[in-house]
């Protein structure tokens, strides 16, 4: 007989873990509010601020053009303040996007969409308006012009030409942090 012990007897005891060095590598939900200042989060906060410039300097729409500048302006306004919410609620650091889908490109893509449509909008918007158009009532049998939405209208065109270049700044920003994440691997 040998004297050697039994490989079920030479297991050793259970490791114990100690509970404050275990780290869990789920993100977890919460509030973010360092998000606000980083450069993206400042962007958006511009972007929001000059967006509601506009929408307010621009006031009523009397033309076609000025309406679309208007929903251009709002619904935008509208996506990146939820856009702002979902980041300080660190939903894009929680849960990912189904096939695979970064945040970081989906970001892209909602800025350079946002900055063709106000590329558009505040081009419409100076244009039409550096047509003269004025806005004519008619009081009493008499025609009356007004033609005070000139200033403010052109005033709101040229504004949301610098939101159109914070959206550029912005989808630049998210494409290369889309870069630099893909060349790092999969998600």
Known sequence: MDNKPSRSSAVPPPATTNPS???STRKTMGIDVKYF?????MLKIAEIIIGIICAAVCGKAYFSGNEFFLFVTIFFIIMTFILLLLHFARIP???ALPGGLRWSFLEFCYAVTA???YLIAASVQVARTSLGDNVCFEVDTSLVCRSSTYGRYMAAGIIAFFNFILYGVDAFLHYKEYRDNRLQGPV
């Open 21 to 23: 060095v275990v780290h």
């Open 37 to 41: 200042l980083t450069i993206p989060g």
């Open 93 to 95: 650091k929680s849960f």
């Open 115 to 117: 900055c063709i449509f």
